[in-house]
């Protein structure tokens, strides 16, 4: 899906209304619009963070003071949201409630809220959905109307919130860092959503910190194989349970892994430095990876009889590319500054006519390590061309084909012979619900997985 820019939407609305086209009621038409501008807003404030929201706004609501003169709205063409009260919301009013709130929309966002949440079902199947519109409400400085719209879906809701555990972890921990909504947060879940949100915290935590409790023993063991003393040397002083730091688990990035799902896509230069030194304690310990190829069909049949036997896996390494107007230091310092090049950030832009995408066509990523592969456990592994690398504004892992796994490049179009084309998700075996979209998806539609793309160290202006 190509993204909607504030002209575009403002013609088509135009012409709609022109035409005279009877109210909008086809949810998908709603969704597509909703998902078009969000995906515009997104890779345009991930881009510019000073970037005015306004006119985006005034378009969709006719909120603001820059709203233009007899120009049609998509409030205006969609149906009475005052009929549809008590009735359950459409299935893909979510979208439109999701853009509202990115927009910093008021009054028409609570409208539609209040709409939404009176015909959320008692089951919690529903529930994703609106944690989704708080968690954007935080991300937006709107805490106070955050934490007001889980006490609505609370309310309900049985005095409850149903499978608040179960968002995902970047999520979920967005919403509990927040001093307004992490503070309003407990007070308004119970039963065994409460037990389940505390036994998520308390998993999250191990994991993050690199350990795992065991019922047998009673005890915690480390899950990395050899991992650094230095986050332990805090707590020599302190009466804490033992912890066994020599039994090790087969899933030797666990802490890493955990670690990005809740801070890969953090705005703080010093997080992501967590992350990097995490690489450097992570170094070589590979770990097995999954695909399912983002690829057109006819091109997978073409390779089917290989990619049955094919095995993949990630061998974590700081930054394995690094570029020649860029070049790292040698040694791992952790008093240098925490620059993009440093961090390992890369961004991707596609290549169209010969001139490098922004927006949605561009990807910004942290460098996580190379990808191996082989045909079959009896073949040796080898460099598959292709670097692991983190979505710091979708939150998920990729693969990247940049030609060989690692060393120096120079800034332009990454080879097109990629095996596998020129993008593809991957995940780790034990987390299969990665492959999801987002609920305002990553832009899985919109990305080409067949570049090319051209390649440059990211200038991140996201980060402070």
């Known amino acids: 899906m190509r993204d909607l820019s504030v002209p575009a939407l403002r013609s088509f609305l135009n012409d709609y209304h022109r035409e005279r086209f009877p109210a909008m009621d086809d949810q998908r038409e709603i969704m597509w ?19 005015d929201r306004k006119l985006m706004l005034a378009e969709i609501t006719g909120e603001g003071d820059l709203v233009p003169q007899n120009s049609v709205k998509l409030r205006d063409i969609l149906p009475a949201t005052k009929e549809n009260v008590g009735k359950r919301a459409p299935k893909y009013d979510r979208f439109y409630l999701y853009l509202l709130a990115k927009l910093g ?29 708080v968690l954007m409400l935080v991300q937006n400085g709107r805490p106070e109307t955050a934490a007001k719209f ?38 308004l879940v119970r039963g065994e959503d409460y037990l389940e949100l505390l036994e998520v915290c308390l998993d999250g935590m191990d994991q993050r910190l690199g350990i795992q409790w065991d019922p047998e023993s009673q005890s915690h063991f480390h899950t990395a194989s050899e991992p650094s003393d230095s986050i332990w040397e805090a707590f020599d002083e302190q009466a804490l349970p033992p ?21 890969g896509c953090s705005k703080s230069p010093a997080v992501l430095g967590r992350i990097m030194d995490l690489l450097h304690d992570h170094d070589g310990l590979y770990q097995e990876i999954t695909t399912h190829l983002d690829y057109d069909e006819l091109r997978l049949e073409e390779v089917r ?56 066509h561009a990807l910004h990523l942290m460098q996580l390590g190379c990808m191996d592969m082989r045909y079959g456990p009896d073949q040796p592994w080898q460099s598959s061309g292709y670097i692991v690398a983190w979505d710091r504004h979708y939150n998920e892992l990729l693969a990247l084909y940049v030609g060989h796994g690692n060393g120096i490049i120079d800034c332009g ?44 160290v990211d200038p991140s202006p996201d980060l402070h």
């Open 305 to 360: 009889s290989e990619i049955e036997s094919l095995e993949l896996r990630w061998t974590p390494e700081y930054s394995p590319v690094e570029f020649s107007n860029s070049r790292l230091p040698a040694l791992h310092d952790s008093s240098v500054p925490r620059t993009p090049a440093r961090l390992g950030l890369i961004r991707a832009r596609l290549i169209v006519d010969g001139v490098p995408q922004m927006g949605i």
């Open 105 to 133: 929309s008021d009054r028409v966002l609570h409208d539609c809220w209040a709409q939404f949440v009176t015909g959320l079902p008692s089951s919690g199947r529903d529930h994703a959905k609106a944690y989704r519109v």
């Open 33 to 51: 619009i909703s998902v078009g501008c969000a995906q515009r807003l997104d890779s345009k404030t991930f881009e510019d963070p000073g970037y």
């Open 243 to 263: 912890v066994d730091r020599h039994r090790f688990t087969s899933c030797h990035t666990s802490q890493l892994y955990a670690e990005l799902q809740v801070n």
């Open 150 to 187: 889980l006490e609505d879906v609370s309310r309900v809701s049985g005095d409850n919130l149903p499978r608040i555990a179960r968002v995902e972890p970047q999520a979920l921990q967005a919403l509990l860092d927040d001093p307004v909504v992490g503070d309003a947060l407990p007070d």
């Open 413 to 456: 179009p990454a080879p097109s012979d990629g095996p596998f084309g020129a993008l593809m998700h991957i995940k780790l075996p034990a987390d299969p619900n990665r492959t999801k979209s987002s609920s305002l998806g990553s832009p899985k539609n919109a990305r080409n997985y067949y570049g090319p793309y051209f390649l440059d």
